[in-house]
């Protein structure tokens, strides 16, 4: 098939797609699919998590809480955290979707969690656990159905569409809670993988559909129109000005925004905050391990742990609504200081309800309640504060580079999680790890009370430094 016969198959698919675009119940379906989407994207990420102390005693022949668990423990924790340098691929991979558009990534990313997760469950072994935890973890943070609502979704309707759909897939996650009281057995640790099944097919299922359902979103379909239906020398003068912004992209480098990060103080003291938020984050990572330590202890019965498992994902989504809220009410600096009380608070109170005999409901709300506020506070310095600080021609480059900051303070928590477990054994991760990441939550919401200024009312097209 020559280069013309392509392109004419493409123009007819990309005028069907325009047509499906304006059919009646064309946006209804695609929201009911992209809300799906964003639920397995959830349910992918909190996953592993959720039945990690299952997964260990299982792949490690072992039991909970003794030397030989946490040694297994501590050990997955550093060796995991060497996975994450996929995240190095991911700029590049999410510009694939740019030149060759949304809806096939979208399939990609859908399917792919679907296998990472099928790996897991079939892996009886560590070393195929990890391929799967990897595949796992390239897949859920590309959130290209995000992409697809903002370029689908009316203006007056994009902000609400988004927080609604995200509040649902937070929500979906009680499922996982629901899925261990019903699936596993505790005398039976292998009984883990029957957690995934339901998220599996989810996967697939919703990843086949998109290919029926999903047409290319309209922004990408009339750009890419324009390329194929113009001249020759239409294709060179639309080509010369696509190579200008790249061109004026690339000057603003890497090196070249970490200079100005670290240079302009406001966007230096706002990387700290993020940083040390970001090195606080780590005990989202053992919240199930710390939950266990209860039940060990008597402080949590089974039933209490799966109650606290199935509450605290509809406190999470109920809370980050009503944060998004706050921004705009309050202004950036005091919703970001309220939010990171929240987590404080939240973490202090749940690490108690680990530790001693606490009403599951209270240990719930506490976690959901403390993970809203963290990764609320969390989007708003990596995008929010940041766009607002930085002027128009470097913000691109720079929110991204903010988020590499904020992936060293990750990498780092993992690293100190799997240390801590493996001197101070897992029996003791709900004091230890309240002891390390409260301070870190101090320090970082004083910096920003005293350091970082308000960028509510910034015109983002004339921001001053």
Not at 133 to 162: G, S, W
Not at 327 to 339: E, F, M, P, V
Not at 419 to 443: D, E, K, Q
Request: one cysteine or more.
């Amino acid at each position: 098939m020559n280069s013309r016969t392509r392109e004419q198959r493409e123009i007819a698919q990309l005028e069907k797609a325009q047509k499906f675009h304006k059919a009646k119940n064309y946006f209804i379906v695609l929201i009911i699919v992209l809300t799906v989407v964003y639920i397995v994207d959830e349910l992918a990420s909190n996953i592993r998590g959720t039945v990690a102390s299952f997964t260990i005693c299982d792949l490690f022949n072992t039991t909970f809480g003794t030397p030989e668990y946490d040694k297994a423990s501590g050990t997955l924790d550093l060796v995991t955290t060497a996975c994450y340098l996929i995240y190095l691929v991911s700029p590049f991979y999410k510009a694939l979707a740019d030149k060759y558009g949304r809806r096939l990534f979208l399939i990609i990313n859908t399917l792919g969690m679907g296998v990472g997760m099928l790996i897991s469950i079939i892996s009886h072994n560590i070393a195929l656990y990890l391929v799967g935890v990897v595949l796992m973890t390239f897949f859920t943070p590309n959130d290209v159905q995000v992409i697809y609502l903002m370029e689908c979704a009316p203006k007056q309707h994009r902000a609400k569409l988004c927080s609604i759909t995200k509040g649902i897939a937070l929500i979906s996650v009680s499922l996982l809670g629901l899925f261990v009281k019903l699936y596993v057995d505790r005398n039976n640790p292998g009984t883990w993988r029957n957690v995934y099944i339901i998220p599996i097919i989810l996967a697939f299922a919703v990843g086949i559909a998109a290919i029926f359902l999903v047409k290319e979103t309209p922004v990408f379909t009339k750009k890419r129109l324009e390329y194929l239906k113009a001249s020759e020398e239409e294709r060179k003068a639309l080509t010369a000005a696509d190579k200008a912004d790249a061109e004026k992209e690339q000057s603003v480098s890497v090196p070249a925004a970490f200079k100005f990060i670290f240079k302009n103080k406001q966007t230096r003291y706002i990387a700290i905050v993020a940083v040390l938020m970001a090195f606080a984050t780590g005990y989202t990572g053992k919240f199930q391990n710390m939950i266990e330590v209860g039940v060990a202890r008597g402080a949590i019965t089974t039933s209490g742990s799966e109650t606290i498992l199935m509450f605290y994902p509809l406190i999470n989504g109920v809370f980050t609504l009503i944060g998004g809220f706050l921004t705009d009410a309050l202004g950036r600096k005091k919703s970001a200081l309220i939010l990171g009380l929240w987590a404080a608070i939240g973490l202090g109170v749940f690490a108690w309800g680990c530790s001693a005999e606490l009403n599951p409901y209270i240990t719930g709300f506490a976690y959901g309640f403390s993970i809203a506020g963290l990764w609320s506070i969390s989007d708003m310095l990596y995008f929010v504060i940041t766009s607002e600080s930085t002027p128009t021609q470097i913000r691109a480059s720079v929110v991204g580079s903010m988020q590499l900051l904020g992936m060293v303070g990750t990498g780092l928590n993992m690293v100190y999680n799997g240390v801590v477990t493996l001197i101070a054994g897992s029996m003791n991760l709900p004091f230890v790890l309240t002891v390390s990441y409260l301070p870190l939550m101090a320090i970082s919401l004083l910096i920003m009370m005293w350091k970082v200024k308000e960028t509510k009312d910034v015109d983002l097209d004339n921001v001053v430094v």
